[in-house]
């Protein structure tokens, strides 16, 4: 896609939403799916608060400039467009982890009696109940062990610690003045400590879209993933008039030159689309933009697919089977050019190890 772009800035809500969905239609098509839901989604809940709508708006703006960059070849916008689509940072992450944490419900009378089995020391000990009842500590525990034995690399969140997953241990015994601690400040201390492990966590994704980011990042995939190419851009009567009046002197005389030429500085082009016409030389390359490849996209869906995972609970209904995205490094073999580099090369020999000192 071209990054000289130059599309009106939308003036209504409803204009908006349009563009927005306009530009994610340029994303890749397992991406698009999630971010359709979520502009959607964040547009019927924002048009029913009539107080907060100019924030609105400028926050709908931004999100649009950011695609249109992203679109345009900001390979580091895209990539957090992707972790969001994906759910590995933002508002869908947050569904995940919900869905994650939550209890199943019991099928049964046997699943019923182990439920009220485990809250009943619960109930007694703390006499209420609150959010951390309805969370499925072993589950989320188990979760965040096989993270850590991933070994995630360039995570959007901080590692999780092996102590976080145990922060039964972590609580004090007495207070600052060697009293016994208070049931209800234990009780806060052990919310907050599952609250920091579970914001840490990369939840595990639906088994058909994990499947469909290996076959991308495996070469084995048959339907189409690549990103569809941009329509052209329609150009009225108005704009071409507009453009031929020559250059906005008018704002240089009121204005300093630095505040009139920055939406069209190197690093500010793909977020404005506004083309340089004062350089000798032409319009200048904005800074970061890149030219999307097939290449490419498999390395962003090789990155999303080594942060996401699942986890489906074993038949017999004791633990779960969790599989983390792990592409295999294999090296490549030596092509028949390359072979006499290696002929006759001599093996490298084990060092000699030294012994105990005489004594």
């Known amino acids: 896609m071209p990054y000289r772009l130059r599309i009106p800035k939308p003036e209504t809500p409803l204009h908006l939403y349009r563009h927005l969905l306009r530009e994610s239609s340029y994303l890749p098509p397992l991406a698009r799916l999630s971010a359709d839901k979520q502009i959607k989604a964040r547009f019927r809940r924002d048009k029913e608060d009539k107080d907060k709508c100019a924030k609105h708006i400028r926050d709908g703006l931004h999100e649009l ?7 345009a070849g900001d390979m580091a916008r895209m990539r957090r467009v992707l972790l969001r689509a994906f759910g ?20 049964n009378t046997q699943e019923l009696a182990k439920y009220v089995a485990e809250m009943a020391p619960l109930a007694e000990k703390y006499k209420t109940h609150d959010w951390l009842d309805g969370w499925d500590i072993e589950k989320l525990r188990t979760f965040a062990l096989s993270q850590i034995n ?7 969140k901080m590692p999780i610690t092996i102590n976080q997953i145990t922060p039964e241990k972590k ?31 990369m939840p595990p994704l639906p088994v058909e879209e994990w499947k469909s980011l290996q076959a991308i990042v495996e070469g084995t995939a048959q339907q189409r993933w690549l990103p569809s190419s ?45 083309v340089d016409d004062n350089t000798p030389t032409g319009d200048p390359r904005p800074i970061g933009c890149h030219d999307y490849t097939a290449r490419a996209w498999r390395r962003m869906f090789s990155y999303i697919w080594n942060l996401s995972a699942t986890m489906r609970k074993r038949p017999d209904g004791k633990g779960w089977d969790i599989s983390w995205g792990k592409l295999d490094q294999q090296a490549a073999s ?10 006759d090369f001599p093996y490298a020999e084990k060092p000699k190890t030294r012994g105990k000192r005489a004594t």
């Not at 991933?150 to 959007?156: E, F, G, I, Q």
């Not at 806060?188 to 599952?194: A, D, H």
């Not at 941009?230 to 009225?236: D, M, P, S």
């Not at 030596?334 to 002929?343: A, D, I, N, R």
């Open 65 to 71: 400039r950011v695609l249109r960059a992203a679109n």
């Open 88 to 107: 590995r940072i933002g508002r869908r992450r947050r569904d995940l982890v919900s869905r994650l944490v939550q209890r199943d419900t019991p099928t």
């Open 150 to 156: 991933a070994s995630l690399n360039n995570s959007p």
């Open 171 to 201: 609580l004090p015994k007495e207070n600052s003045w060697g009293r016994p601690l208070p049931v209800k400040l234990a009780r806060t201390k052990l919310k907050n400590l599952w609250k920091s492990a579970a914001d840490k966590i």
């Open 230 to 274: 941009r329509r052209t851009l329609a150009r009225g009567i108005s704009e071409s008039a507009h453009a031929s009046r020559g250059w906005d002197w008018q704002s240089y005389a009121v204005k300093p030159v630095a505040v009139v030429d920055r939406p069209a500085n190197r690093r500010n082009k793909l977020l404005t689309g506004v």
């Open 334 to 343: 030596t092509t028949p050019g390359m072979v006499e580099f290696f002929k």
